[in-house]
């Protein structure tokens, strides 16, 4: 079974340009999270999507936003970057709600210039 | 707050050495518990889980987690390291409740060297 999918696995922009950034869950999940990865504050949980829901969030600005599609590819988007947003971004798949554990892809790394 | 603590940034051993990493949470139930490991430039890895039950679990790699409730931790050990143990490694918790499904909080991670 082929695992986390996430594209593209890297990305230079610019400040004030937005990206979108996709994910592929493994087949049969219909749970997608999104995570940043920093030198600084680590890996920080951005939002959580179910059934085309979005079920949590954490605490980041509105300029991080997501999506689920009806066959759960998950896409997040950033708009204004700032140099800030420079980050490893996860995406993690899991079966469904409660007690299961998140299989992750390699991540996007992005950079702002 | 909720908040998971590895207390070691940076850990060294030797290759073929005993590896103990450890990790606490603090939260006011017991919490799903996960080991992740992040190897450079890659995605995470799940080591183990633990959700309930028998307090000691098993995971890959000949790693294994101990829960301990009185002490909110869960050490991460493995008996003989190799160097291809070389990476980072996350605990993760997972808390209970609607509002918090699918939010894995994560450790700062342990940087773990391996001499030869």
């Known amino acids: 079974k082929a695992g986390v999918t996430q594209t593209p696995r890297y990305l230079i922009k610019t400040r004030g340009q937005q990206v979108t950034l996709s994910c592929s869950p493994i087949?049969?999940?219909?749970?997608v999270s999104w995570y940043q990865q920093t030198p600084g504050q680590g890996l920080q949980f951005l939002f959580e999507?179910?059934?085309?829901?979005?079920?949590n969030k954490g605490n980041f600005p509105g300029r991080f936003s997501g999506r689920q599609f009806s066959n759960s590819r998950s896409e997040m988007n950033v708009s204004t970057l700032e140099l800030g947003d420079s980050a490893l971004y996860l995406c993690?798949?899991?079966?469904?709600?409660?007690?299961?554990?998140?299989?992750f892809g390699p991540g996007t790394r992005l950079t702002v210039l | 707050a909720q908040s998971v603590t590895q207390p070691d940034i940076h850990i060294t051993v030797s290759e073929g050495a005993s590896l103990e990493l450890r990790c606490n949470y603090s939260?006011?139930?017991?919490?799903?518990l996960f080991w992740y490991v992040q190897s450079p430039g890659q995605g995470l890895q799940l080591l183990l889980k633990?959700?309930?039950?028998?307090?000691l679990v098993q995971g890959i790699k000949g790693f294994e987690a101990e829960f301990k409730r009185s002490q909110s931790s869960f050490n991460l050990r493995k008996p003989s390291v190799h160097w291809s143990d070389a990476a980072e490694y996350f605990c993760?918790?997972?808390?209970?409740?609607?509002?918090?499904?699918?939010?894995?909080?994560f450790g700062q991670g342990t940087t773990l060297q391996v001499k030869p």
């Open positions: 993690a798949s899991r079966v469904g709600q409660g007690p299961n554990e998140q299989f």
């Open positions: 087949s049969g999940h219909r749970s």
């Open positions: 999507y179910f059934s085309e829901t979005q079920r």
């Open positions: 939260y006011g139930a017991t919490p799903y």
């Open positions: 633990y959700f309930s039950g028998d307090t």
């Open positions: 993760a918790v997972q808390l209970h409740g609607s509002s918090n499904t699918g939010k894995l909080i």
